[in-house]
């Protein structure tokens, strides 16, 4: 998964007491064993070298030999900057950052921020900061160099596509971000988007749950995309307010196959109605672990790609130095028994365009005809009168053609290309069609079903004729330019 400026992971804190080395005697002669090199180093050795600096260096070398990337190491008063972040507050410029092409990118920006008001866009990458060159840098260092004490400012190299690099001078400030973000959609469907799992995320849910019901809640959206998890005790608060109480979210299970149950224990604060929760190849951890439960339990509907796959369980272990250990110690399981870890939940409507998956989420809260319009020539498509900024239908040879994979993903099918075929497979509806590349000979649930023209690959796009979709029962309707395609609910 990419690095993000808000990072999240699952956590269940637990009770540690003592340093429980003690209890193996091969520890304690290991940790001799460390100290003796430690202080011979220190005392002896050519190049003078800090104890803290040969500290950090020796638990950094044991956790790499562990092979866990869930487990770290937070050296004294990091801890309180990981708890700040998952919670949504920190200091700084107020941009999330993913590193692509090798580049530290902004994903977002932060509405309110010294960033926004400086004009950070999107897309944007980061050159240098205060003059210094940040393109070697691991991206937690890029970060760290953004962060800082409200007041003082800073300069940041910002390379944008088709522009001159320039500079822009920032003040840091206190960064409050809202871990849930709610709106009415209309026609009774409620929205809740849950950025990151925080302290205070299960109530601010809760709070947000009641508003929506105020105005007559009748379905609801609940979009985990993009949440890399948080605390677990927030997860479980927030779905004890649909799943109502003593209901198990996840299993826990150790290293000798002992397994926990983790049951909810608040009163449901909406009656049953609807739901669809979105997720991604972003959704990680709690977020995968609430969705998974309510999957489970037939409570929502699962729509957008696969999820992460990070179905394990840290702790976070206090230690004498006033640092911190987050080790990994169970796999979670769902409610009925499924492990995710390394394999994701896999979503009931597989939706890859991200643009349709919050329409396609309002459509299964409330089924209805899907009517879909393309226009030749204009980068965009409307579902159900909403304006999509999407690839437009084209013209060729005096033949319409619209884009293959965003129509049938808009009619509620799943597409893929299928490499022994040469070509694309279209699920759904209890129907497979199987289309090959430079063939008019396509089959549908095994019945031979000649195409009106080849499928037509341009701009690195695949257009389909829109006659052949009459072939999965969708009306089709083509008037000059105009292209409508319906399926009924």
Excluded: C
């Excluded at 220190?42 to 070398?61: M, R």
């Excluded at 990118?105 to 060159?133: C, F, N, Q, W, Y």
């Excluded at 006033?322 to 409507?349: E, F, H, Q, V, W």
């Amino acid at each position: 998964m990419f690095i993000r400026l808000l990072i999240v992971l699952s956590i269940v804190t637990m009770t540690w007491v003592g340093p429980v080395y003690a209890q193996d005697n091969r520890s304690i002669d290991g940790a001799t064993t460390i100290g003796e090199v430690l202080g011979y180093i220190t005392h002896f050795h050519l190049k003078e070298t800090g104890v803290d600096v040969l500290v950090d260096g020796s638990i950094k070398g044991i956790i790499e030999q562990v092979g866990d990337p869930y487990t770290v190491y937070f050296p004294p008063g990091e801890l309180d900057i990981f708890s700040e972040e998952l919670n949504g507050d920190f200091e700084g410029v107020g941009v999330e950052l993913e590193l692509i092409n090798q580049l530290p990118t902004v994903v977002r920006v932060l509405e309110g921020t010294p960033a926004k008001h400086a004009g950070m866009l999107a897309g944007d990458s980061i050159i240098a900061v205060d003059g210094k060159s940040v393109l070697d840098l691991p991206l937690m260092e890029v970060i760290n160099e953004l962060k800082g004490k409200k007041g003082t400012q800073l300069n940041i190299t910002v390379r944008r596509e088709a522009e001159p690099d320039f500079q822009l001078s920032l003040t840091r400030a206190v960064i409050n971000l809202p871990t849930i973000y709610q709106r009415d959609l209309g026609n009774g469907v409620g929205y809740i988007a849950i950025d990151s799992f925080g302290m205070e995320t299960g109530e601010e849910f809760g709070n947000a749950l009641i508003q929506l019901a105020e105005k007559d809640l009748r379905a609801l959206i609940i979009d985990l995309r993009f949440n890399g998890g948080g605390y677990v005790d927030a997860a479980m608060e927030a779905a004890s307010y649909i799943l109502g109480r003593d209901v198990t979210v996840f299993i826990t299970e150790d290293r000798d196959k002992i397994q926990d149950l983790y049951k909810t224990e608040f009163e449901p604060v909406i009656e049953e109605i609807p739901v669809v929760i979105l997720i991604n190849d972003q959704s990680a951890s709690a977020a995968e672990l609430m969705a998974g439960a309510f999957q489970d339990y037939g409570i929502a509907t699962l729509v957008g790609t696969n999820s992460y796959g990070k179905g394990t369980v840290q702790d976070i272990i206090p230690l004498q130095n006033g640092g911190a250990l987050k080790m990994t110690t169970a796999y979670y399981l769902t409610p009925m028994g499924r492990s995710i870890d390394g394999i994701g939940l896999t979503p009931d409507y597989f939706v890859t365009t991200p643009e349709l998956q919050l329409p396609i989420a309002k459509t299964v809260v409330q089924p209805k005809d899907i009517v879909v319009k393309f226009y030749a020539g204009e980068n965009k498509m409307v579902f159900n009168e909403e304006d999509l900024s999407l690839q437009g239908a084209i013209k060729e040879q005096g033949n319409i053609y619209v884009p293959l994979r965003i129509a049938l993903e808009a009619l509620g099918y799943q597409v893929g290309w299928d490499n022994g075929l040469n070509g694309v497979r279209v699920t759904g509806k209890n129907q497979q069609w199987l289309i090959p590349k430079g063939n008019k000979d396509s089959t549908i649930n095994g019945v031979i079903q000649s195409l009106e023209h080849e499928l037509l690959a341009k701009n690195n796009t695949i257009f389909i004729s829109p006659i052949d979709l009459r072939n999965l029962g969708i009306e089709v309707f083509i008037q000059d330019e105009t292209v409508i395609l319906i399926k009924k609910k």
